[in-house]
C-alpha cells in the first residue's frame, strides 16, 4: 500500500475532503483496520464505527479491540449491535444479507450524527473480484459485472450521504502487510473460514482454481470491471438523454413515453428505458426480470392497437398507437381515458342495437348466426367482444354503475359467486376506474363485465339456440 | 432441440435465406452434425465442408464419415486438411490457434468458390460460456465479455461474407440428444478429454465447479452474454456517432480530432474512440493496451503545448492545443508543421542570437551562468532545448541539413558513433521530415539535432567553464 497513491484515491476517485467529518465502517480486520490507519495518518477527520454482528463468541473482542484502535489513534468511537439472526429470521433474508442491512443501517445513522460528508468502508480489489463472480454466477448484466464503485449513493441507506471504498485498487495482502508492519494486530474473523458462506467458497476454493488456470485471473477481473464501470458511465449517460427525449409526460405514478420515438431504438437501449423507467416509478423494485422486458419490447414492437400487461413490482404498461405508459396501477393518469358511466346512468341496450356510454365509447348488441358465434367466441382473445346466450337471459340488458356489495360470477367459476369489489382487484382495475365502470345487467344479475369478463352463466354452450354479440368499442376522437 | 425455433433463429438472427448457398463447417462432433442435418432439414442449401487438422491418429476416420453423411444427406462434400503442428511452429501460435486459422482460412475459401451467403458453424452456449469465462479469466472488456455473436463479419478471413452461429443459443447436450434421437453417430474428439487444453480445462474442471456454487452458473453466464451483447451494440453506435462528430480530418496513415469536443467527452468514450480509430488505422492491431489509452487520455486532459507519443501497432500520438492526431510514422501529415530547412540552407548560429529557420520555426541561443545551467540540464525533459559546453566546440555553430552518410555520437553513447540515418530510424521521425531537418554543426560534427538529442561530446560536464542554452523555438502563428 502507498499512501500517495491512496491519497490521489481519495481525492480524485472518492472525492474526499481532508477538513470534513468521515465515518470508517470498522470491523477490526486486516481491510478495515489499514483503511482506518491510512485515512487517520492522510489528516483526514475520521470517526471509527464498528457494529457488532453478535454472530459468534468472540466477538465482543473485536469491538474491545477496535475501540482500542481509536482511543490510540486518538479518534472518536461510535458503537451499536443488534440481533442479526432474529432480523434475518424475521424478514426472511440470508444472514449475510441481514447482517449487510443492519450493519449499513447503523453506519449511515452514525454519518448523519456526526454530519459527515461520506461513509468510508474497506472494500478492497480481492472482495471487488469476489463481487464480479457473485454476481455473474447468480445472473447480472451490465450493472452487475461493473462491481462495486469508488463512490456511489446507496438511496435505500441515505439518499446524500455516499458511501466511499478506498481500497478497491488495493489486494487484501497488502492490507494485511500494511496491519503487519505497522504494529496492528488484525482481527480474524473465524467464519471467514467457513466456506458455508458463499462469498468464502469463491474465496478459498473457485478463485484459486481460476488461477490455476491463468495466473492474473483476479488482477484481469479487477481491471475488466474497471473498464466496465467506464462503460456503465457512458451507457448511463446515454440512456438518461434518450429517456428525456422520449418521455412525454409524467405524474405521481406514472411515466408516458412517446412510442414513435422509443420504437426506433434499439431494444436493448428501449429496455434500459423500460428500466429505468420501473425504477423512477419503484425505488425499492429489487427485480425487474428480462421476460418481462421482453414482453414489453414485443408489444412496442408488434402492436397496433391497445395493449396492457402486468409487470414485476406492481407495474403495468399499456401500450397505444402513440403511447407507451408505464404506471403502478393505483396510478391516476389522465392519458388513458376508460369507458365510464355518469352518476345515476341507467338505459336499456337495445337488441340489436348502440348505445352510447360517453367518453367517446360505445356498446353495440347484434345477432349472429351460431355458426360463427361458435367459432369466432372459441378463440376470442379480445376481452371488448363477448357471445350470450339470448335465452339464458332473465330480463332485457341494460347497462348501468354497479351497486356496492353487487355480487358476479365469472365465467370459469361454475359454482358460487364472487364480490365485483374483489373481482376489481384481482383484474388490477384502477381504483378510480372503479365506480364508473359500464356494466351489463339483466334483472340485478352481471352479464357482461365489458374489458374483462362474462358471467358464467350466460355463456355460449352447445344447447345454446340464439346469440347475440356484445361489443364495446373505443371511438376515433 | 427445436427445429421451429432453430429456423426463426437462422432467420431473425443469422439473416439467412433458404435458397442462397450456406456452406456449414462440419466436424463430425455432435454439434456439427446436429446443425448440418438441422439445416438441412431446414431446407437450407447447404454445403458441407470439412477441415482434417492431422492433429492425432484417425482423424482420417472423421473426414469419411462427415462424408458418408453427406452422401446420405445428398448434399454436396468439400474436403481440405494441413499440417497445423508445422504452421503452428512456424509463426508461434499455440496449437488450438494455428488450427483455427487453418479452418478458417479453408472454410472461407469454400464459400467464396460456392458464392455462399455464409459460413455456419456448430458453437453453442456451452461454446459461448467457456469463451465468455476464457475471456474474463486472460482480460477482457465489453467486447470480449459479450461473446460471439450470431451473425459476425470476421475482416481477417473474408470482408463480406457472415459467420453464422445458430447453435449458440442450444446446449451442447442438445446436439447429443438430437445425434442420438436421429440415428447420428457423431465422432468423439479424443482430445477433447485432454484438460491439457484450456479449453478442455474450462469445460471439464472449472465450470462444473461453478455450477456446485450456483446449479444455472452457465445458463446465467449465457444471458449475460446476451445481455452484453446489446449493451455493446449501444454502446458502438454511441462510438461511431461521437467518432464521426469529433473527427476534423483524415488521410492515408493518419486521422485527426477535434481536441475541443473530444476532451469533453466521458474519458471512457475517448478510449472508445482512440481504439477505433487505431483499429481504423492498422486493420490486424491486436492489442491496443490499456496503458497506452491511458497515457493518451492524460495528455489529452492536462498537455497545454504539443505532445506526442508512441503507440503499440507503430502508431503515433499527436496532442497540440487543438487537435488530436492519431498517425501511423510514415503517414504524410498535413497538419503537422516541422522544423525545415530549405535545400542547401547553411548559416551561422550567432552565440548568442536568434536564427530564423523558415516555416515558424527559430533557433535561439543564449549565454548562462553555469549553476542555472547545471540545475536545468539535470533535469530536462524538453527536446527543443539544450546546454552545450562552448569550449568543446571545435568551431562555429552552423545550421544546415546533414549530408548523406552523416554520423552523429548521441548523448550517452559514449563511444563510438551511429549513422544519422539509423537515429532518425530509432526516434521515428517521419521519413518526409528527415532530409529538411534543422541540425546544428560544429565543423563537421554534429552538436545537436534539435528535437531530439545532443551530441555526447559537447555535453555540459563537471569540467565545464562556459556554457550556452540553445533552444529550437515554434513561433506562434
Known amino acids: ?24 465502517g470498522i470491523s477490526g480486520g486486516a481491510d478495515s483496520l489499514a483503511l482506518a490507519d491510512c485515512l487517520s495518518t492522510l489528516g483526514y ?7 457488532d454482528h453478535r454472530l459468534r ?29 432474529e432480523y434475518a429470521q424475521k424478514i426472511n433474508l440470508s444472514i449475510e444479507e441481514a447482517a449487510r442491512r443492519m450493519r449499513y443501517k447503523f453506519l449511515f445513522d452514525i454519518c ?19 463481487t464480479v463472480l457473485m454476481h455473474m454466477l447468480r445472473g447480472a448484466g451490465l450493472s452487475g459485472m461493473k462491481g462495486m464503485t469508488w463512490r456511489s449513493i446507496i438511496e435505500v441507506f441515505d439518499p446524500t450521504i455516499p458511501l466511499v471504498r478506498p481500497l478497491l485498487g488495493v489486494w487484501r495482502k497488502d492490507t494485511e502487510e500494511w496491519c503487519r508492519s505497522h504494529g ?34 483476479r488482477q484481469h477481473i479487477q481491471k475488466m470491471a474497471e473498464h466496465l464501470q467506464g462503460d456503465y458511465r457512458i451507457l448511463s449517460q446515454l440512456v438518461d438523454d434518450q429517456y428525456s427525449t422520449c418521455l412525454k409526460s409524467s405524474g405521481e405514478g406514472y411515466l408516458c413515453f412517446n412510442r414513435t420515438t422509443l420504437e426506433e431504438y434499439d431494444p436493448a437501449l428501449q429496455a434500459w428505458i423500460l428500466r429505468k423507467a420501473a425504477f423512477q416509478l419503484v425505488r425499492e423494485l429489487r427485480d425487474f426480470d428480462a421476460a418481462a422486458v421482453a414482453r414489453c419490447l414485443g408489444s412496442i414492437a408488434t402492436t397496433s392497437a391497445g395493449w396492457k400487461s402486468d409487470l414485476p413490482g406492481g407495474l403495468r404498461i399499456h401500450v397505444d398507437a402513440t403511447e407507451v405508459t408505464l404506471f403502478s396501477w393505483q396510478a391516476d393518469l389522465p392519458g388513458l381515458d376508460w369507458p ?45 367482444q363477448a357471445w350470450i346466450d339470448m335465452d339464458s337471459l332473465p330480463g332485457r340488458l341494460t347497462v348501468r354503475r354497479a351497486p356496492a356489495g353487487q355480487r358476479f360470477t365469472p365465467l370459469g367459476m361454475s359454482t358460487g359467486s364472487q364480490k365485483l369489489s374483489d373481482f376489481w382487484v384481482n383484474v388490477r382495475l384502477p381504483q378510480r376506474a372503479r365506480a364508473g365502470w359500464p356494466v351489463i345487467f339483466s334483472g340485478n344479475e352481471v352479464v357482461w363485465v365489458p374489458g374483462f369478463r362474462l358471467a358464467h352463466a350466460f355463456r355460449l354452450t352447445a344447447r345454446s339456440r340464439s346469440v347475440l ?9
Request: negative net charge; contains cysteine.
Open 469 to 477: 354479440r356484445l361489443t364495446m368499442i373505443k371511438q376515433a376522437t
Open 340 to 384: 365510464q358511466l355518469a352518476e345515476g346512468f341507467d338505459a336499456m341496450l337495445p337488441s340489436p342495437g348502440e348505445l352510447v356510454l360517453g367518453n367517446d365509447w360505445l356498446l353495440r348488441a347484434e345477432d349472429t348466426d351460431l355458426e360463427t358465434a361458435y367459432m369466432r367466441a372459441l378463440d376470442n382473445e379480445d376481452p371488448q
Open 184 to 217: 496492528l494486530d488484525a482481527r480474524i474473523d473465524p467464519t471467514n473460514r467457513d466456506t458455508a458462506y458463499a462469498r468464502n467458497r469463491l474465496r478459498r476454493e473457485i478463485i484459486p482454481l481460476l488461477e490455476s488456470y491463468s495466473p492474473h485471473a
Open 45 to 51: 477527520r475520521l470517526i471509527v464505527a464498528h457494529y
Open 112 to 130: 448523519r450524527k456526526h454530519d459527515a460528508q461520506a461513509l468510508a468502508v474497506g472494500h478492497t480489489a480481492d472482495d471487488q473480484v469476489e
Open 1 to 24: 500500500m502507498d499512501l500517495s497513491s491512496l491519497a490521489d484515491i481519495c481525492n480524485q476517485k472518492c472525492r474526499l475532503k481532508t477538513d470534513l467529518p468521515l465515518v470508517a
Open 57 to 85: 463468541e468472540g466477538s465482543q473482542a473485536d469491538a474491545d479491540y477496535v475501540k482500542d484502535f481509536a482511543r490510540l489513534k486518538d479518534l472518536p468511537f461510535e458503537t451499536g449491535g443488534g440481533d442479526v439472526l
